[in-house]
């Protein structure tokens, strides 16, 4: 019996061990983007949620989750539920017009107010998913977005 008890006392710590990754795993969090800078209260805000790089940010078919919203009073909020603990990028448009994507001119600059998580400096184009990127932990997460309008609005 005692020369077992040394397996047992090995598998008794790997399985303490084990128990936290296990319920981590299993843990969820809300996500609660907070959208600020909105220059009118015409149309919707638009928000994309994007769980990796691909297709971030400006393919909204990709995203975990997308959601338009009618426009808050100074500051609009959107909630994702239910997401489970890691990285997540967050791509949002003012969508003046309502027709749902983020419109451009002739040369492709953004005509609508834009955004992304982590609020990264734009200069000649869109942020990697790196440079966006925010992690869920807990139960609720709060990212800040300040929009961007590159064309006065």
Do not use: W
């Not at 019996?1 to 843990?27: D, G, R």
């Not at 603990?85 to 451009?104: E, M, P, Q, S, T």
């Not at 734009?122 to 869920?136: C, D, K, L, Q, Y």
């Amino acid at each position: 019996m005692q020369q077992n008890y040394p397996k047992f006392a090995a598998l008794a710590v790997f399985a303490s061990l084990m128990i936290p990754t296990m319920a981590e795993a299993n843990q969820s969090g809300n996500l609660r983007i907070m959208v600020d800078g909105l220059q009118n209260q015409q149309g919707q805000v638009c928000v994309s949620l994007f769980a990796g790089s691909q297709g971030f940010p400006d393919k909204s078919d990709r995203a975990i989750r997308a959601q338009c919203v009618p426009m808050g009073k100074g500051q609009t909020a959107v909630t994702f539920q239910n997401l489970k603990l890691g990285n997540y990028a967050i791509a949002v448009f003012h969508d003046r017009n309502g027709n749902g994507r983020l419109d451009r001119n002739f040369l492709g600059i953004p005509t609508e107010g834009f955004g992304f998580s982590r609020n990264p400096v734009i200069r000649t184009g869109a942020p990697r998913f790196s440079e966006a990127a925010v992690f869920v932990a807990g139960t609720e997460t709060t990212a800040q977005i300040q929009l961007q309008y590159l064309l006065g609005g």
